[in-house]
């Protein structure tokens, strides 16, 4: 099994630094698909003290957990980047695949991959690589450039024993100051001019808290006020559908939506927060959080336990998210503003798309997060629709702004300003202009809501019968070359480890090399190994946790993460994963070594000085670089057969070396070796 190994910083810096110029794009992501805002419409937002470009961003999951994700996610449009949920326990085991998003959206997964230090560390990275790309600007934002630094949320759970613990509560003091890990990876900037740039060392002022369901109300309250008396951050807490109580949420599963094979766990609603607790808890943390200077807000929602009735993920249970969950998030919305209106900040997630993300926004929810619809063909290439369509929906209704989208909307700016003016009446009380306008941009937010949730419980895209069919599948399994090439695999996967290589069109004949017994040497005809297309799929091991997402949207079956050729980054992650094939590429002064796995047997090859050797345990085999044919076989020292090394290897060897090292091309693997390309080794 993969497991995640964070891509050193310098290896990420070069890539960003190179691919755009190089092949349009950005760790995979077309640059024609990177958000650029138009400059007459401003939908810029306060977040915690800080201006956010956009409210829009990634949900705390697969999209905010590597520093390529961050970038990734950046580059699309996003401004309010909600990071990978983390806790004491670093040394999780996931189950293997872990997401399902072929329908609605099912995930197994729930919390951070990597050490504490290292989940920190990658945080950092992603936001001294956008800060870099900010100043360089290889993708084309402009004069946006400037004003697009991203705001950080950073998002933790589970217990209040486990972040008092010193492990925790280290990782959150340092992340309001990140100068030493700045530090710390500045020497791997060779450009004086980037290495010198004030990358800001304040990284989050806000923690968003996820508890386990059945959480007690007391420990929720509790786990807030040590971050805001103690840590001395903005708090969220993020709430669970299963306020709504569980004959509600099966009425709208089942009666409203039409998801009759979903079961949510009646165990996740017994010990789960209640309306009454909620609300009361509401009121406690936002009084506490405004005594010390702090902010409280609340973020709708989390995702539902249900049963695993399509045992396809390896768990009992699942977690759904989606198009049923936009449902129930919006009617948990609707029951918390009737009890506080405008007065708590709401943040919002559970199956935004490009659809509602409009609707989303003139709720006046900030951040508005998605991730399931990220999981789906295009990846982050989709956010940028989400921006079309606010910026589309802004010029509609006469907005330049986010707040005159919000008051334009629905038309409720009228009404608004009606309500505020009757409550500002009652309290008597002085509000100056700004204030009150900014009230009733916040009124018509409320109201607005009303109007949404009512809209989309009768809405039949997040019906069972839109949301039902999977993707096509056409019958055939995939092996090493030659798939249908479809190109999904490589914007689905959350952390580009799927990418592509140029091959040359190839068929050659070729022969093995046979061991008898007797540790007697012969060379007999092999068959014809055939390359049909000229780009292939890869897949880079250290950034791949077998989520099983790429799988899910192949037409073809056996998993691309599974069946294509399989890099390495270091000998310690090839030689930490013993079941799995691949190669690992070493580069000295003299050449270049490839060691590797085919079958499950280790085999190596040597390319040097116009050279080139293949060899396993048992053979030596000695083979023209250009043609591939052998030209001498030896047998390794005390081996005996019956054995066959097959000609083919090195010919599928010499295939991952050239296309990962074409000069063409920036890739994982090439930005390891800078400056190594398949011609220096031999061509």
Same mark, same amino acid.
């Given at each position: ?17 190179? @691919? ?19 400059? /007459? ?5 306060? *977040? ?11 949900? $705390? ?29 670093? @040394? ?26 290292? !989940? ?5 990275? #992603? ?27 950073? !998002? ?34 060779? /450009? ?66 039409? =998801? ?6 009646? %165990? ?26 702090? %902010? ?25 998210? #989606? ?27 559970? #199956? ?9 926004? $003139? ?60 409550? *500002? ?23 607005? !809501? ?7 419980? #009768? ?25 249908? !090439? ?25 022969? /093995? ?14 068959? %014809? ?31 691309? =993460?599974?069946?294509?050729?399989? =890099? ?25 070594? *490839? ?35 052998? *030209? ?52």
């Amino acid at each position: 099994m993969a497991e995640l190994r964070p891509i050193p910083f310098e290896q990420l810096l070069a890539r960003i630094l190179v @691919e755009p110029a190089r092949q349009q794009s950005l760790f995979d992501l077309p640059l024609r698909k990177i958000w650029r805002p138009r400059p /007459d419409l401003d939908l810029s937002v306060d *977040v915690h003290g800080h201006t956010a470009q956009s409210p829009i961003g990634p949900a $705390a999951g697969p999209h905010a957990q590597l520093a390529q994700n961050i970038v990734l996610a950046w580059a699309a449009g996003s401004r309010v980047i909600e990071l990978k949920t983390v806790q004491v326990l670093d @040394e999780l085991k996931i189950p293997r695949p872990c997401i399902d998003a072929a329908t609605v959206g099912y995930n197994v997964e729930w919390s951070q991959e990597l050490k504490l230090a290292d !989940s920190l560390r990658e945080y950092v990275a #992603g936001w001294m690589l956008v800060r870099i790309l900010r100043e360089l600007d290889p993708i084309g934002l402009g004069a946006a450039a400037a004003a697009a630094e991203p705001v950080f949320e950073l !998002s933790v759970g589970y217990d209040l024993e486990g972040l008092q613990s010193a492990q925790m509560r280290n990782y959150l003091m340092q992340a309001q100051n990140v100068a030493s890990i700045i530090d710390e990876l500045r020497p791997a900037i060779a /450009d004086r001019r980037l290495r010198d740039l004030d990358f800001r060392p304040e990284l989050v002022k806000c923690v968003t808290l996820s508890t386990f369901h059945g959480c007690p109300p007391e420990e929720i309250e509790a786990i807030a006020r040590y971050l805001i008396d103690e840590i001395g951050v903005d708090v969220i807490v993020k709430l669970n559908p299963t306020l709504l109580g569980y004959d509600e949420v099966l009425y709208l599963l089942h009666d409203r939506m039409g =998801y009759h094979e979903l079961s949510p766990r009646r %165990s996740a609603f017994d010990g789960d927060l209640k309306w009454t607790e909620a609300i009361a808890l509401g009121h406690r943390l936002t009084e506490a959080a405004a005594a010390r200077g702090r %902010s409280f807000g609340v973020k709708m929602t989390n995702t539902l336990v249900v049963e695993n009735h399509k045992k396809w993920l390896p768990s009992e249970e699942m977690y759904l998210s #989606g198009p049923p969950l936009h449902v129930l998030a919006m009617h948990c919305v609707e029951r918390w503003r009737a009890a506080f209106g405008a007065v708590v900040p709401l943040s919002f997630s559970g #199956g935004i798309d490009q659809h509602n993300v409009v609707d989303a926004v $003139a709720c006046d929810f900030v951040p508005v997060t998605t991730c399931t619809d990220l999981l789906r063909p295009g990846g982050y290439g989709r956010l940028g629709k989400y921006l079309d369509n606010l910026e589309e929906a802004m010029v509609a209704c006469g907005a330049r702004t986010r707040d005159e989208l919000i008051l334009n909307r629905f038309g409720k700016a009228a009404e608004a300003r009606r309500l505020v003016a009757g409550e *500002v009446e009652e309290q008597g009380v002085t509000v100056d202009e700004g204030e009150l306008q900014a009230r009733v941009v916040r009124m018509a937010g409320v109201l607005n !809501s009303h109007e949404v949730t009512a809209r989309v419980t #009768g809405d039949p895209r997040y019906a069972a019968g839109k949301n039902g069919k999977p993707p096509r599948k056409v019958g055939s399994m995939l092996v090493l070359l030659d798939c249908l !090439s479809c190109d999904k695999c490589v914007p689905v996967c959350p952390n580009d480890a799927m990418f592509a290589i140029e091959t040359p069109l190839e068929e050659l004949h070729y022969e /093995d090399v046979v061991v008898d017994e007797a540790g007697v040497l012969a060379r007999v005809p092999g068959g %014809s190994w055939t390359v049909k297309k000229a780009q292939q799929w890869a897949n880079f091991a250290d950034a791949c946790n077998e989520c099983g997402n790429c799988d899910v949207f192949c037409p073809e079956d056996g998993g691309p =993460y599974v069946m294509k050729a399989r =890099y390495f980054g270091s000998r310690a992650s090839f030689d930490a994963s013993p079941g799995l094939d691949g190669a690992w590429l070493e580069g000295d002064a003299d050449g270049l070594r *490839v060691v590797a796995r085919v079958g499950g047997r280790p085999c190596r090859l040597e390319l040097r000085g116009g050279r080139a050797v293949v060899e396993d345990d048992i053979v030596r085999v000695h083979h023209d670089v250009t043609s591939g044919a052998i *030209v001498s076989a030896e047998l390794r020292a005390g081996a005996r057969g019956p054995h066959k090394l097959s000609g083919a290897l090195f010919l599928t060897l010499r295939m991952l070396v050239r296309g990962a090292l074409d000069p063409s091309r920036v890739n994982p693997v090439s930005a390891a070796l800078p400056g190594r390309a398949w011609p220096s080794v031999g061509a």
